[in-house]
């Protein structure tokens, strides 16, 4: 499912869900403008990166370790991706599975069962390869709206 799509011009995220769609439109911003303070504002204190610290169990950092060694990697080579619909889409988890793989998750909202959403971002394919990589950037409902917990790829 799309988060925005260029032909009808709306968002096809469900329309109800506006909480999530003014986070993402923040978010990407944010992005873009390498505003980390922004970023930080918008996620828990905790991130999961399993990208990040490899060949760990539980790959959960502070968010201020996340943005000053991680971040400005991974989100630079994404920038330029976050603004074309074609290469944006969303979903929501809903099996339990992701959400319980990570312990942090199940304490880190406000609510009791929050929704927890993941945008993929696609990479175009690189010189000599024919598969394709996806960036997931995972947010979870609070009261407030959602908040970013972590980053991940898909291979």
Same mark, same amino acid.
């Given at each position: 499912?799309? $988060?925005?799509?260029?032909?009808?011009?709306? =968002?096809? $995220?469900?329309?109800?869900?506006?909480? /999530?769609?003014?986070?993402?439109? @923040?978010?990407?911003?944010?992005?873009?403008?390498?505003?980390?303070? @922004?970023?930080?504002?918008?996620?828990?204190?905790?991130?999961?990166?399993?990208?990040?610290?490899?060949?760990? +169990?539980? #790959?959960?950092? *502070?968010?201020? @370790?996340?943005?000053?060694?991680?971040?400005? !990697?991974?989100?630079?080579?994404?920038?330029? /991706?976050?603004?074309?619909?074609?290469?944006? +889409?969303?979903?929501? *988890?809903?099996?339990?599975?992701?959400?319980? *793989?990570? #312990?942090?998750?199940?304490?880190?909202? !406000?609510?009791?069962?929050?929704?927890?959403?993941?945008?993929? $971002?696609?990479? #175009?394919?690189?010189?000599?390869? !024919?598969?394709?990589?996806?960036?997931?950037?995972?947010? /979870?409902?609070? +009261?407030?709206? =959602?908040?970013?917990?972590?980053?991940?790829?898909?291979?």
């Amino acid at each position: 499912m799309s $988060v925005f799509d260029t032909t009808s011009g709306t =968002y096809v $995220v469900s329309a109800k869900d506006k909480k /999530l769609i003014s986070t993402w439109e @923040t978010f990407r911003e944010a992005i873009s403008n390498s505003d980390y303070q @922004t970023l930080k504002n918008l996620s828990f204190d905790s991130i999961v990166c399993g990208n990040c610290v490899l060949f760990e +169990r539980h #790959p959960v950092m *502070a968010s201020d @370790t996340f943005y000053t060694r991680y971040a400005p !990697d991974l989100f630079t080579s994404m920038s330029s /991706l976050v603004f074309d619909s074609t290469e944006v +889409r969303c979903s929501y *988890a809903l099996d339990s599975s992701y959400f319980y *793989a990570f #312990p942090v998750l199940t304490t880190l909202s !406000d609510k009791t069962q929050p929704k927890l959403a993941i945008i993929f $971002v696609s990479y #175009p394919l690189s010189h000599g390869r !024919d598969e394709g990589t996806s960036g997931m950037l995972g947010f /979870l409902e609070t +009261r407030n709206g =959602y908040k970013f917990f972590g980053y991940s790829t898909i291979p």
